[in-house]
């Protein structure tokens, strides 16, 4: 509940007594480091934003065997460097029947790329999980069932 005398109306010693002269230093610290984070946050997103990134699409799949899936993708990149691209396939239970690198000779524009991917089991899916140039795709793992051994 706030006083209802000013802190210019007490003498030094109610103010000092009532702790009316504090400068509220954790309120301020508070403030300092939440603009902090908040000029952190900008400075990454404009740092990630500005990164030039490699494009992929793919444009059509189809299942040509229970063994074997053809897909050709596209992708643009705009680095110099050569590029890796992940494909997967997986199953009905979302299962992976089929993992692949791929590696994108560095060019100019856009990139039509035909691959054959081996699988395990007829695919019911088939994507292009990502596309780096320079290193792996940070993507995630192949879930293959425990025991099983991708296809080559």
């Known amino acids: ?11 030094p010693q109610m103010r000092a007594r009532y702790g009316m002269d504090r400068s509220n230093w954790r309120t301020i ?5 939440v603009i902090g984070l908040f000029l952190a946050a900008v400075a990454w997103a404009t740092f990630n934003l500005g990164r030039e990134s490699v494009q992929f699409r793919l444009l059509t799949w189809t299942v040509t065997s229970p063994e074997q899936v053809d897909l050709e993708f596209e992708v643009l990149n705009p680095s110099k460097d ?8 997986q199953d009905e239970k979302h299962i992976d029947v089929g993992y692949s690198q791929v590696q994108i000779p560095a060019s100019e524009g856009y990139v039509r790329v035909p691959y054959s991917l081996t699988t395990l089991a007829p695919a019911f899916a088939v994507e292009v999980l990502g596309c780096a140039s320079g290193a792996e795709p940070n993507v995630s793992p192949p879930n293959f069932p425990p025991g099983v051994a991708p296809p080559q």
């Open 29 to 33: 610290s508070l403030v300092v480091i």
């Open 1 to 11: 509940m706030p006083s209802p005398y000013r802190a210019n109306q007490l003498s």
């Open 82 to 89: 050569a590029a890796i691209c992940v494909i997967r396939a």
